[in-house]
């Protein structure tokens, strides 16, 4: 089982965020380190089983919207992979 563990703990920007999802993800390059992306790449790049998202709780309160989108784009592509025939995943949120 392929389990991805991305810690957000003390992030202070949305571009460290975008950061820290592309090394946790091990996304290439060119990965564009925004949401688009994060949909795009999630579908096309990743093999994870599981994604573990860590430190959510030690993130400025401004960054609320982006974490919910966050949260939104792991589901919705998680059903989506399911529903193609594609390897799925699950997500959990440890804080």
Known sequence: ??????????CK??????ERIHNAFNFPEWY???????WDFL???CDADKV???GER???KEFNES??????????NA????????????FEIVN
């Open 1 to 10: 089982m392929k389990i991805i563990e991305l810690d957000l703990t003390g």
């Open 13 to 18: 920007y949305i571009a460290e965020i975008h």
């Open 32 to 38: 564009g380190r925004n949401w688009s992306a994060f």
């Open 43 to 45: 579908w096309s790049e």
């Open 52 to 54: 573990i998202i860590k």
């Open 58 to 60: 030690t993130l400025p």
């Open 67 to 76: 974490i919910v989108k966050m949260h939104e784009i792991l589901e919705r």
């Open 79 to 90: 059903h989506f992979r399911k529903e193609n025939s594609l390897n799925s995943f699950s």
